[in-house]
């Protein structure tokens, strides 16, 4: 049966694989956008995506194979933290900011769901 670990990796992998369907889309929809004011530049909001899709995948695989588990707090943390810098401070969308309460959920499940799955290496059984 799955371990604690393999189900922290299978987030961690579904999260990466989120983010890189995200960087696709950055590159894939600019000539719908074309007459909008973008707050953030398509092209590096898609490689933000690219960069945290990557990241999560590597650490995906560390954690299949029973490595590196201390880390998915703190990726976690920093995770969430970069992604709430983005909307407070580079999105511009009223409807973006409209979603605050939303991705405040969605980010107080992810950590508790990260927290609970690392929390003790030692007995990840």
Not at 2 to 22: D, P, Q, S
Not at 67 to 96: D, H, K, N
Request: proline share 4%; net charge positive; with cysteine.
């Amino acid at each position: 049966m799955f371990k604690r670990w393999h189900i922290l990796a299978l987030l961690f992998l579904l999260v990466g694989l989120a983010n890189l369907i995200r960087a696709r889309m950055a590159f894939y929809i600019p000539p719908v956008l074309e007459g909008y004011t973008l707050s953030v530049p398509l092209p590096a909001l898609g490689g933000f995506y690219l960069g945290w899709g990557m990241l999560f995948g590597v650490i995906a695989i560390f954690f299949w194979l029973r490595r590196a588990l201390g880390w998915a707090i703190p990726v976690a943390v920093v995770y969430q933290v970069t992604l709430w810098m983005l909307c407070i401070f580079a999105y511009r969308s009223e409807y973006a900011r409209a979603l605050w309460a939303r991705d405040l959920v969605m980010t107080g499940l992810f950590m508790v769901v990260v927290i609970v799955l690392a929390r003790d290496k030692r007995r990840a059984t």
